[in-house]
């Protein structure tokens, strides 16, 4: 999917996805008033709110300090909603996709296709309208939280941050 463009302007996502926004700007200052900006101030884990407008901020984030996407992704697993019963680095990040769409609904949202390849290492095929460091955030965090060191390598030159419909990264632990 094209980077920070929804499908729809109905395509909603939950608070609980928002909130790692807070937590990836350790200026309290600064993130609240680019919610403000984009509608999205105080989220509330539990409600839904727009996803473009959650995609314009990342676009403006972006713009000026790209590497805070990382660290806004990195927060993710910590707030989203995540499905119960997943309690090591590699069930986690084989049900990526579905806890993806357990957080977005009313509409089509990409996915994230991950695999494993054998006990050494792991491919996330990211198809979907987030950036390339957010997602890479994401992976890491998810490492991190379980005490996994892992390596992410960009596979193939295709990145959505070029205009390219998906990112495809693989993960080696280490
Ligand atoms: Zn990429």
Redesign the pocket.
């Known amino acids: 999917m094209t980077v920070f463009k929804a499908s729809s302007d109905q395509v909603e996502i939950l608070g609980a996805a928002i909130i790692p926004v807070l937590k990836g700007i350790p200026v309290s200052s600064v993130s609240s008033k680019l919610l403000q900006e984009y509608h999205l101030e105080n989220p509330v884990a539990d409600q839904y709110y727009n996803q473009q407008q959650y995609l314009d901020l990342l676009k403006k984030i972006n713009t000026y300090m790209d590497m805070v996407l990382f660290g806004i992704g990195q927060n993710i697993f910590l707030e989203a909603v995540f499905p119960p019963d997943i309690d090591t680095f590699e069930k986690v990040f084989l049900g990526l996709d579905q806890a993806y769409h357990l957080n977005h609904r009313g509409g089509e949202i990409g996915h994230y296709n991950t695999q494993k390849i054998d006990e050494q290492s792991y491919l996330a095929d ?1 198809d979907n309208p987030y950036p ?1 460091n957010f ?2 955030g994401i992976i890491q965090g998810i490492a991190k939280y379980f005490n996994q060191r892992i390596l992410i390598e ?1 596979q193939t030159e ?5 205009g ?1 419909e998906h ?1 495809i ?1 693989e993960i080696s632990v280490l």
């Open positions: 990211c390339c997602d890479q960009h295709a990145c959505r941050m070029k390219d990112c990264y």
